[in-house]
């Protein structure tokens, strides 16, 4: 898990060279979680952001049902 300081979540440049897909995106107050996919590798990741002063960026590679865990769990 990475986690990365004073990166505002608009100028979050992805680190994987084929654009991947945003799958999912919820917010809760001033926390938004997204989980992004890609084609090429099947590579899922969860990407946990404040767009707050200090902005704040955790990634971490989730596995498929991870991904699929999160996106079916109600609030």
């Known amino acids: 898990m990475r986690l990365l300081r004073n ?7 992805y680190r ?3 654009e991947p897909r945003k799958i999912f995106s919820i917010g809760y107050e001033d926390l938004t979680t ?9 590579n899922y990741t969860l990407v946990v952001a404040k767009d707050d002063d200090p902005p704040l960026i955790v990634e971490k590679d989730i596995s498929r049902a991870e991904a699929f865990r999160l996106m079916n769990t109600r609030p």
């Open 34 to 42: 997204l989980i992004y996919y890609q084609d090429k590798n099947n």
């Open 16 to 18: 994987y060279k084929n």
């Open 7 to 13: 990166i505002k979540l608009d100028n979050y440049k």
